[in-house]
């Protein structure tokens, strides 16, 4: 059987870029093969490429192809997603494949953020490559190297080879490989970074320089980490600034991920020579600000990123801007959908300028305590919650690899079916980008979607309960209106048991099908397009629509195909260009 397969030949492309795809098949006849490619933005067609593909005598061909893209157009620094499909041309039967890619100006604009964390010396060569050529197809653009370091305080062993702080043998070898093949693919290195951790025996040797606790004992994580003073006058912020620059100066990192661990709120300081109360959220911003310029004076186009652990302090963090997005790391209470939603909006508001990340771990994943039955869904539905949101997801990593608690090293492996969902839903993003992640501004269907609102309505026999607000035994919407096209993202939370983000669902959500959608209008509208991950179509695609005039006004009528876990769909006002 003929397998076709095809992925970008970089993670996200800038403006001036030369645009390829790689082209893969197997199973073919020896010989020459044509190729036909077709490219999509906003489900229209914009370009095609034709390539002629030699078939080894083993069956197996690939090539990298150019694509020529009309003008791209970045509004406000944002991101263009397209899709791609390529087909087989002269066989008996038509052989297809889809992938993604976006054009932006730099990383921030859509942060697909993934994670390496295993750097054993014994890790080949070849299996590098193949996890780094996965994540390529994933279209992660930003890797976090987690846990690369010799310890806490002092990032560069004084061997290639060494035992970390928790007993992994590591070797930097591996990981200035790791930062090569990121860079080859074209995504950027952050290494991590914890603000203010440092083993036991640095930290006795500076006692000045660390933490206290209203006993005047000093603050620990888990007895392995004590916590350090990092505001202006302690020795400790000179030092871990130092460690950030050792690190992108001698393993070629782009930036830092500046961890905090999101306690203490307030503590005890000695750095002076006497005791003071710090404010530790009002240090943070300070902080954030002279190492994320520190280091972009370093490496211009690199950027770094600080954990506002379970949004704490997202509100403080308004004061600072060289950081290159909002990355919340997500913990209880904020455990339902709705939650992961608040959290988006809530640092999309207060930071309008930048885009915001979740770590959501998934627990269902976990290698230790067992795979939970509908671990799989609880990707799916996270993964939509958080992106329909306007967020992105911190998930994915070393191949095929999903995060399931904040120390890496113990993340879940998918089997290749999983994985084929996972890069479905990573395609779906990226192609449609700019409508998920493009608008800073109000979600309409609070204002808009529901019989209330009385601007846009749904109708289907079986559909009780619909309307922005995730919650149980609902099809949730959100909506954007910007540039003359208005969305709607639809997430199905029907006939779950649990509207608790991590957990499993053994039961899928009711699909619905051919869902009534009526819309109020003031004027025309050049077309309508529908786009799931949950099919293997793997582009957008118009459908039919009517523009009626009523006694009550103008309407403009269509029917969603179908909504199984996501989709979306779009319509476009006339007198607007892409």
């Given at each position: 059987m003929m397998l076709l397969d095809v992925w970008p030949t970089r993670a996200q492309f800038h403006l001036g870029d030369t645009v390829g795809v790689w082209v893969s098949v197997s199973g073919a006849q020896p010989g020459t093969l044509p190729i036909v490619g077709r490219v999509f933005c906003g489900g229209e067609e914009v370009t095609r490429f034709d390539h002629q593909l030699e078939i080894r005598g083993d069956g197996v061909g690939g090539a990298e192809v150019s694509v020529t893209l009309p003008p791209v157009g970045l509004v406000n620094g944002g991101a263009v997603g397209y899709a791609v499909e390529v087909s087989t041309a002269g066989t008996e039967t038509q052989v297809r494949a889809t992938t993604a890619f976006d054009v932006a100006g730099h990383w921030s604009a859509a942060p697909r953020y993934g994670f390496f964390a295993d750097f054993a010396p014994d890790e080949p060569p070849d299996e590098s490559e193949r996890r780094a050529d996965d994540l390529l197809k994933l279209h992660v653009n930003v890797v976090q190297f987690y846990d690369w370091m010799a310890s806490h305080h002092t990032f560069l062993p004084a061997n290639e080879e060494f035992t970390d702080p928790l007993g992994r043998r590591l070797s930097h070898a591996v990981v200035r490989r790791k930062v090569d093949l990121a860079h080859r693919r074209g995504m950027s290195a952050l290494a991590y970074g914890a603000l203010y951790g440092a083993e036991e025996d640095f930290s006795r040797e500076h006692p000045e320089w660390l933490l206290y606790d209203g006993a005047e004992q000093p603050?620990?994580?888990a007895e392995v980490f004590y916590l350090q003073d990092f505001s202006e006058g302690s020795g400790w912020r000179a030092w871990i600034l130092d460690q950030y620059r050792q690190a992108v100066v001698e393993l070629g990192f782009d930036g830092i991920h500046i961890d905090q661990y999101g306690f203490p709120k307030r503590a005890l300081s000695r750095a002076s020579g006497s005791w003071r109360e710090v404010d530790v959220a009002d240090e943070f911003p300070g902080f954030?600000?002279?190492?994320?310029?520190?280091?972009?004076?370093?490496?211009?186009?690199?950027?770094?990123?600080?954990?506002?652990?379970?949004?704490?302090?997202?509100?403080e963090m308004v004061r600072a801007g060289a950081d290159a997005a909002t990355y919340v790391e997500v913990w209880e209470p904020n455990s339902t959908y709705r939650d992961?939603?608040?959290?988006?909006?809530?640092?999309?508001?207060?930071?309008?300028?930048?885009?915001?990340?979740?770590?959501?771990?998934?627990?269902?994943?976990?290698?230790?305590?067992?795979?939970?039955?509908?671990?799989?869904?609880?990707?799916?539905?996270?993964s939509a919650v958080i992106n329909a949101s306007g967020g992105f997801h911190l998930i994915a990593g070393e191949g095929d690899g999903l995060l399931t608690e904040a120390y890496y090293p113990n993340y879940g492996r998918l089997e290749p079916s999983e994985f084929a969902v996972l890069r479905?839903?990573?395609d779906f993003i990226v192609r449609n980008t700019a409508i998920l992640h493009g608008v800073s501004g109000p979600d309409i269907a609070w204002t808009h979607v529901g019989p209330t609102n009385e601007v846009i309505l749904l109708n289907h026999p079986e559909l009780d309960s619909y309307g922005a607000g995730a919650r149980l035994d609902s099809l949730w919407v959100t909506g954007r209106d910007s540039n003359g096209v208005v969305s709607l993202q639809l997430v199905n939370l029907r006939g779950l048991e649990s509207d608790e983000w991590n957990t499993g669902h053994p039961e899928p959500p009711q699909p619905l099908e051919d869902i009534e959608v009526r819309v109020r209008l003031t004027g025309d509208i050049d077309g309508v397009w529908?786009?799931?991950?949950?099919?293997?179509?793997?582009?957008g695609r118009p459908i039919p629509f009517e523009v009626i005039d009523e006694d009550t006004g103008r309407f403009l009528m269509f029917r969603i195909p179908r909504v199984v876990s996501w989709s979306a769909v779009w319509w476009r006002r006339s007198g607007w260009s892409r």
């Open positions: 603050l620990k994580l954030v600000e002279d190492a994320a310029s520190m280091l972009l004076g370093i490496r211009p186009e690199g950027g770094s990123i600080f954990n506002c652990v379970n949004a704490w302090p997202v509100d992961l939603y608040e959290v988006v909006r809530q640092a999309r508001r207060l930071r309008p300028e930048k885009q915001v990340i979740l770590a959501a771990y998934l627990r269902p994943f976990h290698p230790v305590d067992g795979r939970t039955a509908g671990a799989l869904r609880a990707f799916m539905l996270a479905s839903y990573s529908w786009d799931t991950p949950d099919d293997d179509i793997g582009i």
